[in-house]
């Protein structure tokens, strides 16, 4: 039997033990369905081998290898992955279309007597929800913009907000990334991936209360904000952290200590900087790596790069700005500015 999702809670809904993605490796590596496990019954290899035959010599021989595969892989997950699940396991198997890759395995685990089901469409048919989530929906809640120049502490700030009350979306987060050069945190999802969380995220938002989201530019490292959000979020009114710049610096250099940890990262992040200032420029930030002087370098980045673009960037706008002023950031203070952050959400949110 094939199940149909007609929104992205749908899946949640239903309750399944386990959701099987029967797709190649790569496939499921780009992007799959919240919570699936990678159990293919092709790899990649083979989806390409049987794809050629297919075209190149006949459906129908194609079938039968495809047939073939199919079952040596159930053999091998029925006899490792799935060995111990019990006779009342409720699984979801999905493909690329919910069709004979998706139907084959779900046949065999049938067989055995255990209540599966496929998905409808397969996971073509959750990449639709999601692109029309992110990309065709409004977000239903009003968005706040969380803002303040670099080393403002917003995204320790962000997360603590909902401890008052205040639902938030953490878009670096979720594109695991910190939004600079400077910040990578790891290898990013793919967009798919990164628009399939956002999705989960926006659906589940409360539309009577504000959603503060952090200030980004379009792009989080790599990744692209969909188009609705990047609307909201320009047009939205602003909370900024207004900290002086020794404060900001200090913060930089605990928070992204992981980065200066690594001379030879570190070395080569300054280096992309090239193209936007002077040679003599690069040398000292460079020589204040190399000295290990992080806090200086951080004040310096502030004063020469960051700082005059966002005030730049901050000209153009035209939206309602609350500011919070601090003199600190260290962490003992963090949860009272979340509190003034919240405090100044609800001022905007009221308006």
Same mark, same amino acid.
């Given at each position: 039997?094939?199940? !149909? ?6 899946? /949640?809904? *239903?309750?399944?033990?386990?959701i @099987? ?5 790569s496939?499921f =590596?780009?992007?799959h369905?919240?919570g699936? @496990? #990678?159990?293919p019954?092709?790899?990649d ?5 049987v ?5 190149q010599v006949?459906p *129908?021989?194609?079938?039968k290898l495809?047939?073939?595969?199919v079952?040596?892989s ?7 992955v ?5 006779g ?6 999905y ?8 139907? #084959?395995?779900?046949?065999i685990?049938?067989q055995?007597g255990?209540?599966?089901e !496929?998905?409808?469409?397969?996971y073509?048919t ?11 929906t409004?977000?239903r809640?009003?968005?706040?913009v969380?803002?303040?120049n670099?080393? #403002?502490?917003?995204t320790?700030v962000?997360?603590l907000?909902?401890?008052f009350?205040?639902q938030?979306?953490d878009?670096?987060?979720l ?7 400077? &910040?990578?945190? &790891?290898?990013?999802?793919s967009?798919? =991936? *990164?628009?399939? $969380?956002?999705?989960l995220a926006?659906?589940g938002?409360?539309?009577s209360?504000?959603?503060?989201a952090?200030?980004? #530019?379009s792009?989080i ?6 188009s609705?959000i990047?609307k909201?979020m320009?047009?939205?009114?602003r ?7 020794? =404060?900001?610096?200090a913060?930089?250099?605990r ?5 200066? $940890?690594?001379? %030879?990262?570190l070395a080569a !992040? ?13 040398e000292?930030w460079?020589?204040?790596? &190399? ?5 200086a370098?951080?004040?310096?980045l502030?004063?020469r ?7 730049k960037h901050?000209?153009?706008? $035209? ?10 950031l260290?962490?003992?203070?963090l949860?009272? @500015?979340a509190?003034?952050v919240?405090? /100044?959400?609800? %001022?905007?949110?009221?308006r």
């Amino acid at each position: 039997m094939a199940v !149909t999702l007609t929104s992205l809670a749908d899946l /949640a809904a *239903f309750g399944f033990d386990d959701i @099987i993605d029967v797709r190649s490796p790569s496939e499921f =590596a780009e992007d799959h369905l919240p919570g699936a @496990i #990678s159990l293919p019954v092709l790899d990649d290899d083979e989806r390409a081998r049987v794809g050629t035959i297919y075209k190149q010599v006949s459906p *129908f021989t194609a079938r039968k290898l495809g047939a073939a595969l199919v079952a040596k892989s159930a053999a091998r997950h029925l006899e490792g992955v799935l060995a111990d699940r019990p006779g009342g396991w409720r699984p979801l198997v999905y493909c690329w279309r919910g069709g004979q890759r998706s139907g #084959s395995f779900a046949t065999i685990l049938a067989q055995i007597g255990w209540r599966v089901e !496929t998905l409808a469409g397969g996971y073509k048919t959750w990449r639709g929800l999601v692109v029309r989530e992110v990309h065709e929906t409004p977000v239903r809640a009003p968005v706040v913009v969380l803002d303040g120049n670099t080393g #403002s502490a917003k995204t320790e700030v962000l997360n603590l907000l909902p401890g008052f009350g205040v639902q938030v979306i953490d878009l670096e987060g979720l594109a695991r990334h910190r939004g600079s050069l400077f &910040g990578a945190v &790891g290898e990013q999802p793919s967009q798919k =991936a *990164f628009e399939g $969380a956002l999705a989960l995220a926006l659906a589940g938002l409360d539309p009577s209360r504000p959603v503060v989201a952090e200030a980004e #530019s379009s792009k989080i490292g790599e990744r692209r904000l969909p188009s609705e959000i990047w609307k909201a979020m320009v047009a939205a009114p602003r909370v900024a952290i207004v900290a002086p710049r020794a =404060a900001r610096a200090a913060y930089l250099a605990r928070a992204y200590a992981d980065l200066t $940890a690594d001379a %030879g990262r570190l070395a080569a !992040t300054v280096d992309l900087l090239k193209a936007l200032h002077p040679r003599e420029v690069i040398e000292e930030w460079q020589a204040l790596a &190399g000295a290990g002087e992080f806090q200086a370098l951080a004040a310096d980045l502030m004063e020469r790069h960051y700082d005059p673009r966002y005030g730049k960037h901050r000209a153009r706008m $035209a939206v309602p700005v609350a500011e919070v002023t601090v003199e600190r950031l260290w962490p003992e203070d963090l949860v009272g @500015i979340a509190g003034r952050v919240a405090k /100044a959400v609800g %001022g905007l949110a009221g308006r």
